[in-house]
């Protein structure tokens, strides 16, 4: 009589790492001083800085993580900093910057 066949083990599951939920402020420059809440039931994410009291709220979906509005807040400050700079090239652009190269 043969013996019987053991049953395969399942592959083990990966591990997924986890995303920060703390980030160093983008006014005062404190490392993680900035952290980032989820209110699922109002649809608001906010980061707020403990050091300097800066803050960002910006509305959230089911798939929205820290990382997400943290990155919203660092393109609004870049935006906010540079208001010519609308982040979209037009061939004005192209041909000045080809002007200048030459």
């Known amino acids: 009589m043969g013996k019987r066949k053991s049953r395969a083990k399942p592959p083990p599951k990966k591990r997924m790492d ?4 703390v980030f160093s402020c983008p006014f005062c ?3 993680s001083s900035v952290e980032c809440r989820i209110d699922m039931k109002n649809l608001i994410g906010e980061a707020s800085c403990r050091i300097c009291q ?4 910006t509305t ?5 993580e820290p990382i ?3 990155s919203e807040w660092i393109d609004e400050c870049q935006r906010v900093n540079n208001p010519e700079d609308d982040g979209v090239k037009n061939e004005d652009d192209e041909e000045e910057e ?5």
């Not at 800066?54 to 709220?57: A, C, G, P, Q």
């Open 18 to 21: 986890k995303l920060d939920t």
């Open 29 to 31: 420059n404190h490392g």
């Open 54 to 57: 800066e803050n960002f709220s």
């Open 60 to 64: 959230v979906t089911a798939l929205t």
């Open 68 to 70: 997400d509005i943290y």
């Open 98 to 102: 080809a002007y200048e190269n030459v």
